[in-house]
């Protein structure tokens, strides 16, 4: 060691300076303030300003009457509003490069949104009897998770992401609609069918039952309309031939489905990876998910997935529930 080290004394105090000074000065108060906020409290508690609001507590989700018939009512009323956006932006009167034939929509869609109008109202009617409230809004299940993503994906796209390029807007925005509107029709004649085993009144099946019946006819027509002689899927009318016996010599399935099918419709269009859709899609009783595509296609061509089911316990319209109309 120098000598110079050997010389200085050992007095703290000589070893600070201003700037030092400065900065115990601010940890001494800021202690000070840890130590005051600290001494009001109890010992192994935490200090709190103020109270927590308690969890709210909701009534138990009972599913009566009331309740799916309102559900009912909402549902109906989606497709109401789904369908008068439709037509309030001109979505329906254009043309189709997927279904050149389609032609103008809009007095079709206008009779079916009278159809789901008198429907809302019926099922209201209904769940009112009941001793339920009167449902008058959508069913915000079935709009935020189906219908609104529907529309976003068609008109404005989807922006880009960090992950993901920009989808640009939907490239045959009537075909979407075209199948929406398909897609909508079957599933308010299935939900009303989905009703049935739930209710055990009988004027209550009978009002679900024809409104249902009128939903399908709809779902019929608009699929005769995008497709048209398309009355099955082409599995189900090879299937559906007779089995020939000429010679000794049976015919088979197969002999069939490779020239003695259902002839082709020359104005039916072509197949795409938008499947097209049929009168008749399945045998009566199935409650089966409806496959909606739609929209342009993203960097690896996908386009917008959705599978349409009839009510369930997370899209019923509960007595807690609110509805948001307006």
Same mark, same amino acid.
């Given at each position: 060691m120098s000598n110079e080290m050997n010389h200085t004394e050992s007095n703290p105090t000589s070893q600070i300076n201003r700037r030092g000074l400065f900065r115990i000065g601010g940890l001494t108060v800021a202690g000070a303030v840890v130590v005051a906020a600290c001494g009001k409290t109890e010992a192994g508690e935490l200090g709190s300003v103020g109270e927590g609001a308690t969890t709210p507590v909701l009534p138990d989700p009972i599913v009566d009457n009331g309740v799916?018939? #309102?559900?009912?009512?909402?549902?109906?009323?989606s497709i109401v509003n789904a369908y008068e956006r439709m037509l309030e932006e001109g979505l329906l009167a254009g043309s189709s490069a997927a279904y050149p034939t389609l032609g103008d929509l809009t007095e079709l869609v206008t009779e079916f949104a009278a159809h789901h109008v008198l429907a809302a109202k019926s099922f209201n009617r209904m769940a009112t009897q009941h001793g339920a409230e009167a449902w008058n809004c959508g069913n915000t299940r079935l709009d935020s998770a189906y219908i609104f993503?529907?529309?976003?994906?068609?008109?404005?796209?989807?922006?880009?992401?960090?992950? &993901?390029?920009?989808?640009?807007?939907?490239?045959?925005p009537l075909r979407d609609m075209a199948n929406l509107i398909h897609t909508l029709e079957s599933l308010s004649s299935e939900s009303c069918q989905a009703?049935?085993?739930?209710?055990?009144?009988?004027?209550? #099946?009978?009002?679900?039952?024809q409104l249902g019946v009128r939903s399908a006819r709809h779902a019929a027509a608009i699929a005769l309309r995008i497709n048209p002689g398309g009355y099955v899927s082409a599995t189900d009318a090879v299937n559906a031939q007779p089995v020939v016996v000429a010679d000794a010599t049976t015919t088979t399935v197969q002999d069939i489905a490779a020239g003695g099918?259902?002839? &082709?419709?020359?104005? &039916?269009?072509?197949?795409?990876d938008v499947p097209l859709p049929v009168a008749v899609p399945t045998q009566y009783g199935s409650l089966s998910p409806i496959t909606y595509i739609?929209? #342009?296609?993203?960097?690896?061509?996908? #386009?917008?997935?959705?599978?349409?089911?009839?009510?369930?316990?997370?899209s019923l319209a509960y007595p807690f529930d609110v509805c948001a109309a307006g």
């Open positions: 799916l018939l #309102r559900t009912m009512a909402g549902l109906e009323l993503p529907v529309f976003d994906r068609v008109l404005l796209g989807v922006e880009a992401t960090d992950a &993901a390029p920009k989808i640009e807007p939907s490239d045959d009703l049935m085993p739930q209710v055990t009144e009988a004027d209550v #099946r009978a009002t679900a039952m099918g259902t002839p &082709a419709v020359s104005d &039916a269009p072509k197949a795409t739609g929209g #342009r296609g993203d960097e690896n061509g996908v #386009r917008l997935k959705l599978n349409f089911e009839s009510p369930s316990l997370n």
